[in-house]
């Protein structure tokens, strides 16, 4: 296993101003873009599964997987669908950038690790096979056994499928819709393997499938990256509790049905945020004492059981009191 960070999910670096030196249709729907300094300089480093968020407007943050290659330090590569529901951010990408325009970047950041094992299985659904083709890319480079279950609608809107095609050692399952129906996961969940671990990106749907197939897995054996958030019940304790500012002394009042993100903010305090459906970790603040109640679709169960933080755009407090790095 790759050792744990100290910090487990890496804080952004300094906003970039980058220029968009190609702009590619890749599959119906879908369009990458290359961005670069502008100079041939070198961006960040960065590992399979990280995103960035490009910063759209003063009031339009989106987060778009890197797919490209991490050892191209002069270019980073991002894949958008343009979501027939879109809330703005793909519609933007795709009606109003093109190739030469500069644009406002933060990141990269990683919450969807590749941890070592002996064999890979990876499904993906439509958009989400942006966060897995580098660590395809990687694993084929190592020698690595893995299998890819790759879905779409139809084969038209599959991207990158050429791409994948040039990796070594993989065996690939193309699954359009409208021709083979839907992932046969019960043929490739069936049990868990010794050795194996599960990567899944995709719609809420096929990432619900596959949770229900894995459930009672061994932990740290699936892995998951959601667009956007779980369908939730309505979360049963909502009631008020209080929250103490560890470097102030400061106790704020979190009243129900008020987030504890919104209270923070409106007590002075300075939490970077972007999706405020606890899907980026954007806004995770460490816990210094108290028992958090997770409502995110984020952490693993290993940072669950921690209790060491917390993303307060949706999650709450267990206890009375939840004491705060803040």
């Known amino acids: ?25 890749e599959a119906e729907g879908v369009v990458s873009l290359v961005l670069t300094d502008g100079f041939g300089g070198t961006l960040p480093s960065w590992e399979p599964g990280a995103h960035i968020d490009l ?11 890197l797919c490209g290659d991490p050892s191209e330090r002069d270019r980073w590569r991002v894949g958008v669908l343009l979501a027939p529901d879109s809330r703005g951010g793909s519609q933007f990408v795709h009606d109003r950038l093109r190739a030469g325009d500069i644009v ?11 941890v070592e094992a002996d064999h890979y299985l990876f499904i993906a659904g439509g958009i989400g096979i942006t966060p897995i083709l580098p660590m395809i890319r990687e694993v084929a ?11 779409g609608r139809t084969e038209s809107s599959m991207a990158f499928v050429k791409e994948i095609g040039e990796f070594s050692g993989g065996d690939v399952h193309l699954v359009p819709q409208d021709k083979y129906g839907l992932l046969d996961l019960k043929r490739f969940l069936a049990d868990p393997v010794p050795g194996q671990v599960v990567y899944c990106c995709g719609p809420g749907p096929l990432i619900d499938a596959v949770e229900t197939h894995c459930f009672g897995w061994p932990a740290g054996m699936l892995h998951r990256e959601r667009f956007a958030p779980r369908q939730r019940p309505e979360i049963v304790d909502d009631g008020e509790f209080e929250v103490e500012l560890a470097n102030s002394g400061r106790r704020l009042s979190v009243p129900a049905g008020k987030s504890l993100l919104k209270v923070l903010e409106e007590a002075g305090c300075k939490i970077s945020n ?11 603040v460490k816990v210094l004492d108290g028992v958090p109640e997770h409502n995110d679709d984020l952490l693993d169960d290993e940072q669950r059981e921690s209790g060491a933080v917390i993303l307060p755009c949706v999650s709450r407090s267990r206890t009375k009191t939840l004491v705060l790095d803040l």
Do not use: H
């Open 274 to 284: 972007s999706c405020r459906a606890g899907i980026c970790g954007t806004c995770l």
């Open 1 to 25: 296993m790759n050792p744990r960070p100290e910090n487990i999910f890496e804080g952004l670096s300094d906003q970039l101003s980058l220029k968009i030196e190609a702009m590619e249709v």
């Open 141 to 151: 480079a190592k020698g690595k056994r893995w299998t890819l279950l790759y879905g």
């Open 55 to 65: 910063i759209l407007s003063s009031d339009l943050t989106r987060q778009y997987s």
């Open 104 to 114: 406002q970047v933060a990141g990269p950041r990683n919450n969807f690790r590749l």
